[in-house]
Structures are given as C-alpha cells and as structure tokens.
C-alpha cells in the first residue's frame, strides 16, 4: 500500500540514489586494491574516510542514464560517448579541487596525451572501457537486487546513507581545509622546518598524503619555501603560494562579520537554554566558526557562512521540553526550529537571499527542500558535525 502511494519517479531517484552509494563502494574497492598492491600496504583510496569513492558513483549514474540511449547505437559510438563524459566528469572534479583548495589531487602531467594534468588519453580509454563492461555485465545483477528492495526500505536506506556521507564529508573536508591552513602558516611566517617538523607535518596528514601522493609536492614546496626567486617552481606551485595567501581565515574579520549578532540582546537570550553539550550560543558559534573557516578556504561567501551558521539555531526554548507559545509540545522540533530560527533571525537583522537558505536548509535531508547554495550544503554538513563532536564529547 505505502508503495502504491509513491511516484514512480520518486521510487526510480531511489534506486539510483542506492545505486550511487553501491558503485561509490565498488570504486573504492577497486582503487584500494590497486594502490595498495602498488605501494604494498592498506592505502585508504580517497578523499571520504568510509569506503567510498564518489567520483566513481557520480560516472556510473552518468553511464546507467545515458545508457538507455546508446545500447541500440552501435559500440563505437557508445564507447566514445562514455568516455567523453567519463572524462569530462573527471576534468571539472579536478578543476572544482583546484579552484576551492589550490590542489591538484591527482596529476597526468607525466602521461602521455593529457590536458593540465587532470586527464589524459590512456585513462579516458580505460574509463569507456570499464563503462561498456559495467552496463552489460556488471550492472544488471545489482540492478535486479535493488529492485528487489521494497520502497519504504529504499527511502530509510537514502536517508541514512544522506546523513553519513554528509558527515564524512564535512569531516573530510575539515581534514584536507586543515592541511592548506597548516601550509599557510608555514608559508606565511616564512619558515623552514626541520627534518623533525616535517615528519609530525607528515603524520598529521598521514592518510590524506597516502591516498593522494600529489599532495606531498605542496607539502615539500611550503616547507622548504625561504626565498621563491631561487626555487624552480612550476606555475601550479606559484598558484598554490598565491592562494594560501588569499585564503587564510583570519579571527578578526570573522568577529567583524559576526559582532552584531554576538552583542545582540535577543540572540544573548541563547545563552540560557542548553543544547548537546554547553548552550544553543555556544553550539552556533562553534558551527559559525568552522563555517567562515572552511568558506575562506573553498572561496565561498565566507560571510554568508558565519553569518547563517551563528544564526541557524536561534530559537528561545528548551527542544527537550517545549509547549506554547514557542512551540508545540506535538510539533517535531527538528522539522519546525529552522523555520523558527529564520523568523527570528529576520526579526532582528537585516538577511541576505543566501544567509536565509542556510538558515532554513541547515537541518536537510531531514527537511526535504535541499539546499539551494553549495554554502548553504556546507553549513548543513558542518552543523551535524559539530553536534555529533559536542554530542561524543
């Protein structure tokens, strides 16, 4: 009956959704056995810390809904759109790493037939390869299995697997913003570090390094930096050095963006209810903190961020244990308190068109609108990692 009751379409997303997370698994599986077989250890593939590699979940949904598309139109043509698409997945992943970090995760510049290093012939050809196999014999299994899910298990399924990859990338992403912010203060002082601050530097990152060995060039470029006209460096390295000098957050201009708020005598009113470990004030700022953080380092509207993220909470009551006028003792808190938030918020300040998303989006995929900003998914990210740090703690 609750089948009955669901779009086909909805129930179609579902599947895919399950099917991003199962090849996201295979591909890190796949990428683990290699590099470790090459480097003769476990290596964690990846920029996730769970099994998961996204990039190879992103291909394969690319593949299963052109694939409907290009059985019927010859094998040459379906191995070159594959591997046009394929390989344009992989250069604007790439280009997306360079823009928001400085990084270059992966590097072909040694290949043969590559373009900027982010691609190159022989592993386009390897990727339409693995995606004419995928689609005629590797998928179909999978696919009746999922199929074989009934909808409301699917549904749950998504929804936990939303949650989780949310949190570990927020984590991830926390782990790689603060590998450029501990180059940047080694560059920005200038200094040279011993052989002794190399290694604690290494074992810090140590996973991060081991899964992308690319990184250990950015590593070596800051920390033996003294003087860059007598250093050789290639024009990435110079990009790199620019823009850790650009986007290294600084305390000041976040209290700057964030002193109306944190004098406010409404919003100091948050201060008295408690929230997972201390109160609702000290949890936004935590989140609004950490949020002009990592927007600094991914060239996002830093402001916005801290802004949004300080003010995503701001509702006056105990969520434990609440009744009229604030909230209804039937109502579910996690569903209505972001809706709250953003009338207060604009009761007392002025809001931009993002600053509002975040606030009111903060709480998805529990609240089903996702957000409409990458800022405003970044703020999500970080507001469950935090709690679920404050709420380990």
Same mark, same amino acid.
């Given at each position: 009956?609750?089948?009955?009751?669901?779009?086909?379409?909805?129930?179609?997303?579902?599947?895919?959704?399950?099917?991003?997370?199962?090849?996201?698994?295979?591909?890190?599986?796949?990428?683990?056995?290699?590099?470790?077989?090459?480097?003769?250890?476990?290596?964690?593939?990846?920029?996730?810390?769970?099994?998961?590699?996204?990039?190879?979940?992103?291909?394969?949904?690319?593949?299963?809904?052109?694939?409907?598309?290009?059985?019927?139109?010859?094998?040459?043509?379906?191995?070159?759109?594959?591997?046009?698409?394929?390989?344009?997945?992989?250069?604007?992943?790439?280009?997306?790493?360079?823009?928001?970090?400085?990084?270059?995760?992966?590097?072909?510049?040694?290949?043969?037939?590559?373009?900027?290093?982010?691609?190159?012939?022989?592993?386009?050809?390897?990727?339409?390869?693995?995606?004419?196999?995928?689609?005629?014999?590797?998928?179909?299994?999978?696919?009746?299995?999922?199929?074989?899910?009934?909808?409301?298990?699917?549904?749950?399924?998504?929804?936990?697997?939303?949650?989780?990859?949310?949190?570990?990338?927020?984590?991830?992403?926390?782990?790689?913003?603060?590998?450029?912010?501990?180059?940047?203060?080694?560059?920005?002082?200038?200094?040279?570090?011993?052989?002794?601050? *190399?290694?604690?530097? &290494?074992?810090? +990152?140590? !996973?991060?390094?081991?899964?992308? $060995?690319?990184?250990? %060039?950015?590593? /070596?470029?800051?920390?033996?930096?003294?003087?860059?006209?007598?250093?050789?460096?290639?024009?990435?390295?110079?990009?790199?050095?620019?823009?850790?000098?650009?986007?290294?957050? *600084?305390?000041?201009? &976040?209290?700057? +963006?964030? !002193?109306?708020?944190?004098?406010? $005598?409404?919003?100091? %009113?948050?201060? /008295?209810?408690?929230?997972?470990?201390?109160?609702?004030?000290?949890?936004?700022?935590?989140?609004?903190?950490?949020?002009?953080?990592?927007?600094?380092?991914?060239?996002?509207?830093?402001?916005?961020?801290?802004?949004?993220?300080?003010?995503?909470?701001?509702?006056?009551?105990?969520?434990?244990?609440?009744?009229?006028?604030?909230?209804?003792?039937?109502?579910?808190?996690?569903?209505?308190?972001?809706?709250?938030?953003?009338?207060?918020?604009?009761?007392?300040?002025?809001?931009?068109?993002?600053?509002?998303?975040?606030?009111?989006?903060?709480?998805?995929?529990?609240?089903?609108?996702?957000?409409?900003?990458?800022?405003?998914?970044?703020?999500?990210?970080?507001?469950?990692?935090?709690?679920?740090?404050?709420?380990?703690?």
């Amino acid at each position: 009956m609750f089948s009955q009751s669901i779009p086909a379409s909805w129930v179609y997303a579902l599947q895919h959704a399950v099917y991003f997370v199962i090849y996201s698994a295979a591909g890190w599986i796949l990428e683990t056995i290699y590099r470790s077989l090459g480097q003769r250890r476990f290596i964690n593939a990846g920029f996730l810390r769970g099994p998961f590699l996204p990039i190879y979940g992103i291909g394969a949904t690319f593949v299963l809904l052109l694939a409907p598309f290009l059985r019927n139109q010859g094998l040459v043509l379906e191995f070159l759109a594959y591997g046009v698409v394929l390989t344009l997945i992989e250069y604007t992943i790439g280009a997306i790493c360079e823009e928001f970090f400085g990084l270059r995760m992966w590097d072909y510049s040694e290949d043969p037939f590559n373009l900027g290093g982010r691609i190159c012939l022989p592993y386009s050809i390897l990727w339409a390869s693995i995606a004419v196999g995928f689609d005629r014999w590797i998928h179909p299994p999978v696919a009746h299995i999922v199929e074989g899910i009934g909808t409301g298990s699917l549904h749950l399924l998504v929804v936990v697997m939303a949650v989780y990859f949310g949190l570990d990338f927020a984590i991830s992403l926390n782990l790689l913003r603060k590998f450029v912010l501990r180059l940047s203060r080694v560059y920005l002082r200038r200094m040279s570090l011993s052989l002794l601050e *190399r290694t604690h530097l &290494f074992e810090s +990152f140590n !996973r991060l390094l081991m899964a992308f $060995p690319n990184l250990r %060039k950015y590593l /070596d470029t800051v920390a033996n930096f003294r003087n860059r006209l007598d250093q050789k460096l290639s024009s990435l390295q110079i990009r790199f050095l620019g823009f850790i000098e650009n986007r290294t957050p *600084r305390e000041e201009e &976040f209290r700057c +963006f964030v !002193r109306d708020i944190a004098t406010n $005598p409404e919003f100091l %009113k948050t201060k /008295d209810f408690r929230h997972h470990d201390s109160s609702i004030f000290r949890h936004a700022f935590r989140v609004a903190f950490l949020s002009y953080r990592v927007g600094k380092s991914m060239n996002l509207d830093a402001r916005a961020m801290a802004r949004g993220g300080f003010l995503h909470d701001f509702f006056l009551y105990d969520w434990r244990n609440h009744d009229l006028p604030e909230l209804a003792r039937e109502s579910f808190h996690g569903l209505e308190h972001p809706h709250i938030a953003l009338q207060n918020a604009r009761n007392q300040f002025p809001l931009s068109v993002l600053e509002q998303d975040i606030i009111v989006k903060h709480m998805w995929p529990l609240t089903p609108s996702p957000p409409r900003h990458w800022e405003s998914f970044m703020v999500s990210c970080i507001d469950k990692y935090v709690a679920l740090y404050e709420l380990m703690s």
